[in-house]
Each structure stands twice: as structure tokens, then as C-alpha cells.
């Protein structure tokens, strides 16, 4: 009878592979309700002559059953390890994949000197929409709709009412709104205009600059201006204001710097004039002052903007303004 139940286990086992199907073969055989168990149980039934012996041998039968699974646990565990070395193998001597870093687009980092000259003069960082109401954009900076000055800007008309902001002066009117005077902010960002060749991207940079307190003067706007060219290009680069329009300053200027290639001699790049124009700028309009609900009488100041591609090309000597948005990773390690 034992040898037979031995017999029968020994079959069972021999075909187990995995840990699971193992512990359903011990629950068959030594569970609570497992065939050694019950035998185990029965042995009160039987003579008390009959019982040592009989216990003696059932006894003997679970050990072997418990070593065999024991055995099997092992040599499944073992199994399942050299199977994972197997198929988990790492090859550390393989050189590892190159992860290319980026570097800082040079347009960035102008952008970034140009913000952190101006925060050293103690203005403040603004920012407004890119998608930006005709209001702010045009009307509200003395451009009226149909006016022909609207020519100088080529813009994207998302409805009559929504334009793509073609420069960063609407946030002159929203930083205004925001705040009562005095104020003192640049504001840096993104513009776009119709427009695409060699010097001209439908996209580009502009940092805006605004200050309006009491009794500010021309020659303050022209402090500011000239301190920054000298931190940007170096000191003694020689600076002239020209007389121009805009809309919503008056007097308006354009700033000019000597030609830094060419040291003002003449050459291709400032068109033989020894000059290189970099910056609009002027007096606020009280036109745009009273759009905002400034008093006129009490409060003056004055506005300037830059384009920062033009800057760039300028300090980095590059002549087409394309290659900042050409994203070839050569050109960009060069900064
Ligand atoms: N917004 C003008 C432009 O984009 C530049 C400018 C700004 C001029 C502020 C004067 C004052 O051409």
C-alpha cells in the first residue's frame, strides 16, 4: 500500500516544473486534508499492535516525501536562476549609447545678456501674448486701423480683431494698465510680421523697453541706451541718434553704433556708411499715455525696442538670419 502510494508520488513529481504545480503536490500529499495525512489520522483505528509499526513506516514515507520536495524545490529555484542569468545577461563591456547635449542657442543667450544689462539699470522683466488684439498691437499705440502707418508693420490677421503681435510694444499698454506710475519695465519676446529673405524671418525677437516717471527727459532715454550699447559692444563704441517716426513716440529715433566690423571705415555690411542702425526709440506719446488713463501733465517718459537677431548677427558676425532656425546642430556648437 505505501510502496504503491511512494510509487504513485514519485510519478506525480517527476513531471512537475514550476514552484506552483510543486506546492499543489505537497497539499495533495501532506495538506490538512493530503492522502499521508489522513492516513496518519486513521492509524487510531487500527490495533494497537499494529500501530507502532504502521506509524513507523507512514512516518518514514512523509520524510521521503518531504526531502523529495525539498529536493525538487531546490533544483527548480536553481533552474529558474541560471535561466534568468541566461536571458537577462547584461554585456557592461558594451560602450554605452552617446547622448548628444544641447548647447544655449545663440539667440538665447543674447537675449539673456540684453535682459540681464537692463535688470542691472533696474528695470523690471513684462511679458504679453504672442496672439494679441489689434487694439493693444495697433490702436492703442496711435496706429489707427487704415492708417497708413500700419504699411511699416506686414501682420498676420487671425480675425480683423486678432493679430500676431508685430513687435513687443502692446506690452507697453498692458504693462501700463497694470500698474500705476512710475514704471520701468523691458519686455522680451517673440514677433512676427509677413516677411522672409536674407535679414527677415516671419518670426523673430524684439526686447521693448518703457520707462515713464516724472520730468524724464531725452537725454535720460539716451543714458540708458548708450550705457547699454557700451556693456553689449564694449565701451567707447561710438553711438548717434537719427531723427525718425513712430506712431507712438515723439520725438522718435533711430539709434545708430559705429560699424563694429569695419570700425566706421566702410564696409558690405553697414553699406559702406560706417554705421550700423540697432534700435528704435522716442519719447511716449501722450496720445498712448492718455489711452492708458495717464496723466499727461504730471507723467513723461520714454520707449525703445531692439530686434535680437539683429543684434545676434551683429555680435556674432553671421549674414543670414536664417541660420538661427535652421536647428543645424553644427552651426549652433559654435556659440
Ligand atoms: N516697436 C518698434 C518697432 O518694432 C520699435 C520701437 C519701440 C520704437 C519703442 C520706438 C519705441 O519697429
Known sequence: ?????????????????????????????????????SYLKSLSTVT???????????????????RAILA??????????SNKIKTEYIDITVPGKFVAPGTEHPLNKILNEVVD???????NVEEGPEVELDY?????????????ARDMQDTFYITDEIVLRTHTSPVQIRGMIKRKPPVRFIAPGKVYRCDADISHTPMFHQVEGLMIDENISFSNLKGILISFIHMMFGEGVPVR??????????????VDMGCILC????????????????????????????????????????????????????????DDIRLFFENDIRFLRQF
Not at 241 to 254: I, K, L, N, V
Open 1 to 37: 500500500m505505501l510502496e504503491e502510494i511512494k510509487e504513485k508520488f514519485s510519478k506525480d513529481i517527476a513531471s512537475i516544473t514550476s514552484l506552483s504545480d510543486l506546492n499543489d503536490l505537497r497539499v495533495k500529499y501532506l495538506g490538512k486534508k493530503g492522502i499521508i495525512t
Open 48 to 66: 494497537p499492535e499494529e500501530r507502532p509499526v504502521l506509524g513507523k513506516v507512514l512516518n518514514e514515507t512523509k520524510l521521503y516525501i518531504e
Open 72 to 81: 525538487k524545490e531546490n533544483s527548480i529555484k536553481e533552474f529558474e536562476l
Open 117 to 123: 544689462i537692463f535688470v542691472k539699470m533696474g528695470f
Open 136 to 148: 493693444f498691437n495697433f490702436e492703442a499705440l496711435n496706429i489707427p486701423k487704415d492708417h497708413p
Open 241 to 254: 541718434f537719427r531723427p525718425s517716426f513712430f506712431p507712438f513716440t515723439e520725438p522718435s529715433a533711430e
Open 263 to 318: 570700425k566706421g571705415i566702410g564696409c558690405r555690411v553697414c553699406k559702406q556708411s560706417g554705421w550700423l542702425e540697432i534700435l528704435g526709440a522716442g519719447m511716449v506719446h501722450p496720445v498712448v499715455l492718455e489711452n492708458v488713463g495717464y496723466d499727461t501733465e504730471r507723467y513723461n517718459g520714454f520707449a525703445f525696442g531692439m530686434g535680437i537677431e539683429r543684434i545676434a548677427m551683429l555680435k556674432y558676425q553671421i
